[in-house]
């Protein structure tokens, strides 16, 4: 519906400008879609916006506007409303025409960009030699559903996770690794995940307590940046142990495969992030530091603050990395948007580097950096989820616990009809349908925003829930399998009827995914999507409840039919954007 969208405003400038001289006819004619459907499907306020420009009431500006208006065969005639509303209903005629369109198209009338762009999409991006926690949950989770809707709408995405394995932390690490697991260095067989996490507690209290441990680490972490074999060696161990744990986590969020880019990757290029930020003019040492000095940050005597890019030790932090991504992604891959799916505590960060990317030519008017930030999981207490001992929940921990749920609810419910199923169906279904409540109840908030995590509230069968979502799939699906009707060799050439008002009101919501992608790919807010499909699926309850589809006379059989299967196939694709498999029975 984008384009007809599109083909209103330009129905609606023309008429302007034959109303009131060609200057009007590039005014925006404020077209959205209507509140209410008995307004109609949209409406036109541009004769609110003109009325002091024109000095007449906007009543006579809407009515001059709709005596222009060539609308034949897209609305029935445009009606004026309130102060000078114009309100558009579409033909039903046209509203076929377009399903009939849509029915026929893989893409479900979603066009591919007319020019496409090369994105990169940051994410998940842990700490490396830390267990993967409830912290790391909605990066994973954001990041994999932006990356799928921006390469759906017809961009090159590069999902980068720019995971953080070098730096200090790793001295400590390797010099608890050839003292306490001589060992591993020869095998990496001889830890698990749960030895790793454990492993790195020890050595973070060790670094704590002991100098002359700390002294080690100090040493471990030169003899690492200058390439040291042995040392390397047991870096290497420690990423691959955690890259192996993470792959579990990753495999059963179901996120697409992605470039695993360490911030060691960009050790070598960051002496030339410095030379480049010195000829600049841009790099100023302060207190032995070099930094740059942003504008807009100052300190709490309001001084300017700086954002350190060598420390005064002479070693590089995390600032740094980033700048040499950053000039790396520009001026190597080619990118022209990158997204990073970061919380929402790093907001000053990301305007920080990304100031100083600009200041030194790299992000241009022709590249967008953008920070797309979002809120903590919180628990039922509306402080941070927690175990009891205080500490962040495991992903693992958290992903059982909806399996288990999701599993304790089907149960219930084969027991309530009566139903024998095998547990290979049983485990199948309860995994899907755990990790998907977990998934769609992140995505359906705005991601700007905290929620409060809770498995009966994402595993119930009614309200905005994945499995809402996914019954409703299933509904598509059991009428096809009760009819042993094949969706696929339903006839292109049938007659779509529109008779009923909630055929009417789910051809056109059908027809609203274009321009709901949209605004996702441009905004960023999976929540606009997740709405969409949750609209969908009331309106396809409702037009399943009140209108009969398998004992219906033809053509009003088939018609429906087919209002079924664009349904099941928005839903699917839809799901699929959120990273989310449907089931064909529940």
């Known amino acids: 519906?984008?384009?007809?969208?599109?083909?209103?405003?330009?129905?609606?400038?023309?008429?302007?400008?034959?109303?009131?001289?060609?200057?009007?006819?590039e005014s925006d004619p404020i077209l959205v879609p209507a509140s209410n459907p008995k307004f109609g499907d949209y409406q036109a306020n541009v004769a609110l916006s003109l009325a002091k420009q024109l000095g007449?009431?906007?009543?006579?500006?809407?009515?001059?506007?709709?005596?222009?208006?060539?609308?034949?065969?897209?609305?029935?005639?445009?009606?004026?409303?309130?102060?000078?509303?114009?309100?558009?209903?579409?033909?039903?005629?046209?509203?076929?025409?377009?399903?009939?369109?849509?029915?026929?198209?893989?893409?479900?009338?979603?066009?591919?960009?007319?020019?496409?762009?090369?994105?990169?999409?940051?994410?998940?991006?842990?700490?490396?030699?830390k267990e993967m926690h409830v912290g790391h949950l909605r990066s994973a989770i954001i990041g994999d559903c932006l990356s799928r809707i921006v390469e759906f709408m017809g961009h090159e995405v590069l999902r980068v996770s720019h995971v953080g394995d070098w730096g200090t932390p790793f001295g400590m690490l390797i010099a608890h690794?050839?003292?306490?697991?001589?060992?591993?260095?020869?095998?990496?067989?001889?830890?698990?995940?749960?030895?790793?996490s454990s492993f790195y507690r020890e050595a973070k209290k060790r670094f704590d307590a002991d100098e002359d441990f700390r002294k080690a680490a100090h040493q471990a972490v030169v003899k690492l940046q200058a390439g040291d074999e042995k040392t390397l060696l047991a870096w290497k161990i420690v990423c691959q142990l955690s890259s192996r744990a993470y792959q579990v986590i990753y495999d059963l969020?179901?996120?697409?495969?992605?470039?695993?880019?360490?911030?060691?990757?960009?050790?070598?290029?960051?002496?030339?992030?410095?030379?480049?930020?010195?000829?600049?003019?841009?790099?100023?040492?302060?207190?032995?530091?070099?930094?740059?000095?942003?504008?807009?940050?100052?300190?709490?005597?309001?001084?300017?603050?700086?954002?350190?890019?060598?420390?005064?030790d002479g070693g590089y932090n995390y600032a740094a990395t980033d700048l040499a991504a950053i000039r790396y992604r520009v001026q190597v891959e080619k990118v022209q948007r990158v997204i990073?799916?970061?919380?929402?505590?790093?907001?000053?960060?990301?305007?920080?580097?990304?100031?100083?990317?600009?200041?030194?030519?790299?992000?241009?008017?022709?590249?967008?950096?953008?920070?797309?930030?979002?809120?903590?999981?919180?628990?039922?207490?509306?402080?941070?989820l927690k175990t009891r001992s205080g500490e962040a929940v495991r992903l693992q921990d958290l992903f059982d616990g909806a399996i288990a749920h999701a599993r304790t609810d089907l149960e219930h419910r084969l027991k309530e009809d009566e139903r024998e199923e095998t547990e290979e169906f049983i485990a199948h279904v309860a995994l899907l349908v755990g990790i998907s409540a977990v998934k769609y109840a992140d995505l359906s908030q705005?991601?700007?925003?905290?929620?409060?995590?809770?498995?009966?509230?994402?595993?119930?069968l009614k309200g905005n829930t994945a499995p809402y979502m996914l019954y409703a799939y299933v509904r598509t699906q059991g009428i096809s399998r009760e009819g042993n009707i094949d969706y696929d060799k339903?006839?292109?050439?049938?007659?779509?009827?529109?008779?009923?008002?909630?055929?009417?009101?789910?051809?056109?919501?059908?027809?609203?995914?274009?321009?709901?992608?949209?605004?996702?790919?441009?905004?960023?807010?999976?929540?606009?999507?997740?709405?969409?499909l949750y609209q969908l699926s009331q309106k396809f309850n409702q037009f399943f409840e009140n209108c009969p589809v398998l004992k219906s006379e033809e053509p009003?059989?088939?018609?429906?039919?087919?209002?079924?299967?664009?349904?099941?196939?928005?839903?699917?694709?839809?799901?699929?954007?959120?990273?989310?498999?449907?089931?064909?029975?529940?």
């Open 1 to 25: 519906m984008k384009a007809t969208q599109e083909k209103l405003k330009l129905q609606l400038q023309e008429a302007l400008g034959a109303a009131f001289g060609a200057d009007y006819a």
């Open 253 to 312: 969020l179901g996120l697409a495969p992605f470039i695993e880019r360490g911030e060691s990757f960009y050790n070598t290029l960051l002496p030339e992030v410095l030379e480049e930020l010195d000829k600049q003019g841009l790099l100023v040492e302060n207190q032995g530091a070099k930094c740059v000095f942003l504008e807009g940050f100052t300190n709490r005597e309001g001084e300017p603050l700086p954002l350190i890019v060598q420390k005064s």
């Open 446 to 460: 705005n991601r700007t925003s905290n929620y409060i995590f809770s498995y009966e509230k994402m595993l119930a």
């Open 490 to 532: 339903l006839r292109a050439d049938a007659p779509i009827i529109l008779q009923e008002e909630v055929e009417l009101t789910l051809a056109k919501h059908l027809l609203q995914l274009d321009e709901v992608l949209s605004e996702v790919e441009k905004d960023l807010l999976p929540n606009r999507l997740c709405e969409y």
């Open 177 to 196: 690794l050839e003292e306490t697991y001589p060992e591993a260095l020869n095998t990496t067989e001889t830890l698990n995940l749960g030895d790793l």
């Open 340 to 384: 990073y799916p970061v919380g929402a505590e790093q907001k000053n960060h990301f305007a920080q580097i990304f100031q100083v990317g600009r200041k030194a030519g790299w992000i241009t008017d022709d590249t967008e950096f953008v920070h797309t930030p979002f809120g903590l999981i919180l628990g039922e207490d509306g402080q941070k």
């Open 556 to 586: 009003v059989r088939t018609s429906r039919l087919i209002l079924c299967d664009v349904t099941a196939r928005t839903l699917k694709l839809g799901l699929s954007l959120l990273g989310i498999k449907v089931l064909e029975r529940m």
């Open 56 to 129: 007449q009431q906007p009543r006579a500006i809407a009515q001059k506007i709709v005596d222009k208006l060539d609308l034949v065969g897209i609305c029935k005639p445009p009606e004026i409303a309130g102060p000078g509303f114009i309100n558009l209903k579409l033909e039903t005629d046209y509203l076929v025409a377009q399903l009939k369109a849509i029915q026929t198209d893989p893409r479900l009338g979603v066009p591919p960009a007319k020019n496409p762009k090369r994105v990169i999409v940051d994410y998940p991006s842990p700490n490396i030699a």
